[in-house]
């Protein structure tokens, strides 16, 4: 069993920076694949950006792919994702989700077994 809790969340500017993290509870967390998802209202869970359990593989959503860098470190149970470069766009409600493999379908988010309550983002223009 894993218990995920997200944190970082909050109001920031356009072109400003936020690290959200994501704590996990649970001695194999390190076993496991996390992805960070996000979501507005009336809308589905869109991926964001995903990584191994070693870190070894590491993929992003286009909307992602040179603003936001997502790293872990085991030894502290935590999963973070560095966003910059904030676009209104931006604004959701992230979460980080985790699950043991994925394969090459880290996108899609019924895979994944165990997630967070998630963390605000508001970007303001």
């Known amino acids: 069993q894993v218990q995920l809790v997200e944190s970082g969340g909050g109001l920031v500017q356009a072109g400003g920076s936020l690290r959200l993290s994501c704590a996990a509870s649970g001695r194999t967390f390190s076993s496991y694949t996390v992805g960070w998802f996000r979501q507005t209202p009336g809308k589905e869970r869109e991926f964001v950006a995903y990584?191994?359990?070693?870190?070894?593989?590491?993929y992003y959503a286009d909307s992602a792919t040179g603003r936001f860098t997502i790293s872990r470190d085991n030894a502290k149970n935590t999963v973070y994702l560095q966003m910059d470069s904030l676009k209104p766009e931006d604004t959701a409600v992230y979460f980080c989700a985790a699950t043991l493999d994925v394969s090459h379908f880290y996108f899609r988010a019924d895979l994944y077994n165990y997630w967070g309550q998630g963390t605000q983002v508001t970007v303001s223009s």
């Open positions: 990584i191994t359990w070693s870190g070894s593989s590491i």
